[in-house]
């Protein structure tokens, strides 16, 4: 396989012609220039890049297919104390070059499908497409370090103590239905 490296990844190429030629392309992409990406998240800091590994091949069957890994530092808003948090994204995707939907149907299982055109792909969009997939839903702060975490404790005391709660009960909303229930018999 033939590797080509540089600073910045190309944003677009022949997705094709490099399948054909097994080709790996390394680089990097400004997080600023990923809107849409950069909208989803709390922020990230100035000159941050999203590293990008790129192998373009062929498998057995002749299905043109580009294999990636990514990585980016951001900056996410912690949804218990809604603070930010330093997380990087990884991911690491196999997909299946097409160049229309009936093609995408025809794709095994295990291959997604990214749709281009005859001889041009954007592999920034593509970049910042994986980048929105692996953003947690929730992102959450490790118990321990969160700012939140005394009023947490207040809240939902730690599971680790060996104490059972003593539930009373009259504290169950339900007693009511069990003196009924007594009564009439």
């Given amino acids: ?19 054909e030629q097994e080709i790996v392309l390394e680089g990097e992409i400004p997080l600023q220039a990923l809107s849409r990406f950069g909208d989803s998240v709390f ?12 192998s373009f091949s062929m498998d057995g069957e002749r299905r043109r297919m580009v294999t990636g890994e990514l990585e980016a530092p951001v900056t996410l808003e912690c949804q218990r104390c809604m603070g930010p948090m330093q997380k990087t994204l990884v991911s690491r995707f196999t997909l299946g070059l097409v160049t229309s939907d009936e093609q995408a149907q025809q794709l095994p299982k295990e291959l997604e499908p990214f749709l281009t055109d005859d001889f ?7 970049t910042e497409d994986e980048l929105l997939l692996v953003l947690p839903p929730f992102p959450l702060h490790e118990r321990d370090e969160c700012p939140a975490r005394e009023e947490l ?9 060996d104490e059972e709660p003593v539930r009373k009960a009259e504290d169950n909303p339900f007693s009511v239905l069990a003196d009924l229930k007594t009564k009439k018999h």
């Fill in 1 to 19: 396989m033939s590797k080509a490296s540089s600073t910045e990844l190309p944003k677009t190429v022949d997705p094709y012609r490099l399948a």
């Fill in 43 to 54: 922020g990230f800091e100035d000159g941050a890049v999203c590293r990008v590994s790129l």
């Fill in 120 to 126: 041009s792909a954007d592999l920034w969009s593509l």
């Fill in 153 to 161: 404790e207040a809240f939902e005391p730690d599971e680790s103590g």
